[in-house]
């Protein structure tokens, strides 16, 4: 997504991989992760095979446009999958965030400081934006909404130190974690966790997080601790 000329140009193929992402996390949380703190164990499923399916599409999206595989979930089917639906309100809420991340570039223009400082000022607003939107019921979905945004940046771009222009997606995950500052044992510090392990997984960076801890939030801060001294530049 982009904000030039007054205008918020948003791009298909990073939405169908946003999509892609949001339904990988969370079914990996819902299906491999839950199973494994409830009953000692995982089991691979049809569900995760295809969730893994189709977040390997979601990410050969970089290199070039392809059509959504009819054989994979989607928005439109519900049909047989009840994760599309709640999928369907996170990535809303992910592209919210990006929305405002996009409007707040406008608005505030023309910005004043670094062009770093400047996407940390847009975060700021499309933050305090999506925050003033929680109502009690939906609080869950709109911080894994931003969560899964800034996630889809992270994998799409899988550099954790600062570019010229834009702070790390890394960097912006932990700031917005902060600034929610949910009770140790709320859910998302879970799904955050996962995020991490999957991109060092992926990317071959070899860090050594903790597997267990007192809680889901002390292994996250740990984990972003490594991250961060370890300086690993890719």
Not at 108 to 118: D, M, R, S
Not at 131 to 148: A, E, P, Q, S
Not at 191 to 212: A, C, G, K, Q, S
Request: negative net charge; charged residues 20%.
């Amino acid at each position: 997504a982009m904000a030039s000329f007054g205008k918020i140009i948003m791009n298909e193929p990073f939405m169908c991989a946003l999509w892609s992402f949001c339904y990988y996390y969370f079914v990996m949380h819902e299906e491999y992760v839950v199973p494994y703190y409830n009953e000692g164990k995982s089991v691979k499923n049809q569900i995760l095979d295809e969730a893994e399916k189709l977040f390997q599409w979601g990410k050969s999206l970089r290199n070039g446009y392809s059509c959504w595989p009819q054989d994979l979930p989607m928005p439109t089917q519900y049909a047989g999958n009840s994760y599309v639906h709640i999928v369907n309100q996170i990535f809303l809420y992910a592209m919210n965030f990006i929305m405002c991340h996009e409007f707040a570039h406008i608005v505030k223009a023309p910005q004043k400081g670094t062009l770093i400082e400047q996407e940390r000022e847009a975060d700021d607003v499309a933050f305090e934006l999506l925050l003033k939107g929680r109502d009690g019921n939906n609080d869950f979905t709109i911080y894994l909404g931003v969560i899964m945004g800034l996630a889809t940046l992270i994998v799409l771009n899988s550099n954790i130190k600062d570019s010229p222009t834009h702070p790390s997606s890394i960097s912006r995950l932990d700031t917005f974690m902060k600034r929610i500052n949910l009770e140790e044992t709320h859910t998302l510090w879970c799904i955050t966790t996962i995020i991490l392990h999957d991109w060092n997984m992926r990317n071959d960076f070899e860090y050594v997080f903790p597997m267990e801890s007192d809680t889901f939030k002390s292994r996250y801060e740990e984990m972003m601790r490594i991250i961060k001294n370890q300086r690993h530049y890719v």
